[in-house]
T-cell receptor
């Protein structure tokens, strides 16, 4: 069983479109995250949810909207896609909050978004 | 804000030992994590140091010096499969995320 799973794995779309990425974890963790990894491999936190409540909302455009229907799911919806949104988006979860207690995140396999 | 510095690339020979350094600047430092990421794959957790000293897990060890704001990952008996990117990441007191460095690409050659 996959611990943190994301769909789709690949996404190719045109500028201006709206798309969603889904994430599910079966680890029983309370905290979930979205990270963005750009072409230079820099991993940047976007959002963090603890038990369905938003904790962190870093400086990302409001075209990005996370939704957590329950603590096992954290989806990412992106409106009006731009070329600069092309990246790999990673969902992650952690057993404890704050993360600083163990420093351990469990990542999904990533969703590679290409905006044409 | 936070900043982490790692070498961008390291090359080492199979069977050798390699050390990947990480220096950091952050407020409310709590601990330093290390992650491995193969091309096209997900980052996977390797180790975490909250206290000064060396933590050993098999062929991998991680070291932290809080007074020097410095840590390193030591990989011994290098194997070809160790070719990957390695990231250090800081955990801040009470923060609910990790701040990642830019990563070090390790290439192991025969």
């Amino acid at each position: 069983d996959t611990a943190v799973s994301q769909t789709p794995k690949y996404l190719v779309t045109q500028m201006g479109n709206d798309k969603s990425i889904k994430c599910e974890q079966n680890l029983g963790h309370d905290t979930m995250y979205w990270y963005k990894q750009d072409s230079k491999k820099f991993l940047k936190i976007m959002f963090s949810y603890n038990n369905k409540e938003l904790i962190i909302n870093e400086t990302v455009p409001n075209r990005f909207s996370p939704k957590s229907p329950d603590k096992a799911h954290l989806n990412l919806h992106i409106n009006s896609l731009e070329l600069g949104d092309s990246a790999v988006y990673f969902c992650a979860s952690s057993q404890v909050a704050p993360t600083s207690a163990t420093g351990e995140l469990f990542f999904g396999e990533g969703s590679r978004l290409t905006v044409l | 804000g936070q900043s982490l510095e790692q070498p961008s690339e390291v090359t080492a020979v199979e069977g050798a030992i390699v050390q990947i350094n990480c220096t950091y600047q952050t407020s409310g430092f709590y601990g330093l994590s290390w992650y491995q990421q193969h091309d096209g794959g997900a980052p996977t957790f390797l180790s975490y140091n909250a206290l000064d000293g060396l933590e050993e897990t098999g062929r991998f060890s991680s070291f932290l010096s809080r007074s020097d704001s410095y840590g390193y990952l030591l990989l011994q008996e290098l194997q070809m499969k160790d070719s990957a990117s390695y990231f250090c990441a800081v955990a801040q007191t009470g923060a609910n995320n990790l701040f990642f460095g830019t990563g070090t690409r390790l290439t192991v050659i025969p």
